[in-house]
């Protein structure tokens, strides 16, 4: 500020003079030992230090020339040195030209002085020269120029950072250009805009998936209205099948819009959960309520009921008919194909089998609708068949039983059905046949007897045949005349009676007589109790 001769030459260098009355060394000398350090910088009611009583003007900070004598104060002396710079106190010191800080107001006299004078006094006492800088005060930022951080300009790294920080102080000294500061301002706008595209975007997803969940949880199903199209389309249910899946094949094929409004409509229908499997005649583009009216009505049901007992020949004519096939074409493609169709190892097909299939169409509902082909349907029910008869075990049970193999127990069981009533019934019809099958049988010899072996031999379900006719046939179904069981089943025998085959009474029954010509089954242990049996049933019957 004053140049490098100071006040008349007062100035430490090499050894001169030093305006506290002691020789400074430039290389680090002794120092004099200075009992109490002066206050810089940080003077009561804002005097500089080093101005005397108003002999020289000085200046303030917006370089305008001020007087001591304007705000008096007493000098700040200390004796010895201090006396040494005359009356007009301390000789400010030039400027470090390396020292950005030297040329403003109070830079080497932030600290606060030890007045207790000791050398281990904090902060320590400080020779001329060596002055601590004050720490610059912290400008206050305009509105408009608030502080950015790289992260909203564009910037990133260890380097944006460090620039980032250099940047800072040189717009804190008022050094920013504004061309900078538009740069801030732009990068700004644009990581602001992106904030507000993710928050936007966040928004509209969050919107969506709040709207998916009302939809389907508070929302109506996807449903059409009235009973549907003139288009008619076959839709089949498998077993075993729920109101889902059910749902969802009616979807796929057109039938309802969507498996939610048919699981509801099924739910608040009567009887709507016992929908069967089958196929089912439906139209397209229908109600959820319609679909389920009508797959309940049996005139849509396009499947074919096997009913226990029932004999292959009915099957063979409902399906034909289901399909809409001529008189005999299921029948036809039984006999030919029937080995392909997955019956069990242990089934015979001897030349005196009637019909190889028989007793492996396991009752059921199947779907049988037009379009598809026989044996398609009839691999469904053998594949049922072989399903029960494994699950059972027929092969043990039927060793345990007296019996040579599995298709003789299913043999028994198609007999137990035929002649049968009840479930009692079965378990008493069992025993009688395991009892006339033993070799100790001395009642019947073995022969079984039963009626409705001949009629399966006949095609026929007649109660009433004569002796004649009975003991004039010698087919090996004509139980009357054949020892032993029939060369196979006569008829499909539900899970009743097979469980009954499986598990039959120790009673000793031998005999069986049905006393009212129908359903009334009586059993006896001896020929006489038999009699008496057969003369009822005459009675009954007007014989």
Known sequence: ?????????????????????????????????????????????????????????????????????????????????????????????????????????????????????????????????????????????????????????????????EAYELQSRRDRRGKGTKSGKKGKKGRTGCACMVVVLVFGGGLAGAGYFGYQFYQNRFAPAPDYAGSGTGEAVTVEIPKGAGGWDIGNRLKEAGVVKSAEAFVHAQNDTQGGNSIQAGAYLLRK???????????????????VV?????????????????????????????????????????????????????????????????????????????????????????TAKAQALGLNNAFQLVIVASLVQAEGKTHDDFRKMAEVVYNRLKPTNHETNQLLQFDSTYNYLKGTSNIHISEKEINGNRNPYNTYTHKGLPPGPIGNPGEDALKAALNPTHDGWMYFVATDGVNDTEFAKTNAEFQQLKEKFNANSGN
């Open 285 to 303: 583009q229908m109600s959820a309520a319609s679909a389920v009216k009508m797959m309940l009505d049996p005139k849509s049901q396009n499947n």
């Open 1 to 161: 500020m004053y140049g490098d001769g100071g006040w008349g030459g007062q100035q430490t260098h090499g050894g001169q003079q030093s305006p506290y009355g002691g020789q400074q060394s430039p290389q680090g000398g002794p120092q004099p030992h200075y009992p109490q350090q002066p206050q810089y910088g940080d003077w009561p009611q804002g005097q500089q230090s080093g101005y005397g009583q108003g002999q020289y003007p000085y200046y303030d900070e917006q370089g305008r020339e001020q007087y001591a004598g304007h705000a008096p104060q007493q000098q700040y002396q200390q004796p010895g040195a201090w006396n040494a710079a005359g009356p007009h106190g301390q000789v400010p010191y030039a400027p470090d030209p390396g020292d950005p800080y030297g040329q403003q107001p109070g830079a080497y006299g932030g600290e606060q002085p030890d007045h207790y004078g000791t050398e281990d006094a904090y902060p320590p006492p400080q020779p001329p020269g060596r002055r601590r800088p004050e720490a610059e005060p912290e400008p206050e930022f305009a509105p408009d120029e608030e502080e950015q951080h790289p992260f909203f300009t564009g910037g990133g790294g260890d380097d944006d950072d």
């Open 306 to 394: 096997v009913t226990p007992g029932e004999r292959n020949v009915g099957v063979y004519e409902a399906i034909d008919k289901k399909l809409e096939l001529a008189d005999g074409t299921t029948q036809k493609t039984a006999q030919k194909e029937y080995k392909t169709f997955g019956v069990p190892a242990w089934a015979q097909n001897t030349g005196e089998v009637k019909d190889p299939l028989e007793g492996f169409l396991f009752p059921g509902t199947y779907p049988a609708a037009k379009g598809m082909k026989p044996d398609s349907v009839l691999k469904q029910m053998v594949a049922e068949a072989k399903s029960k008869y494994d699950s059972y075990g027929l």
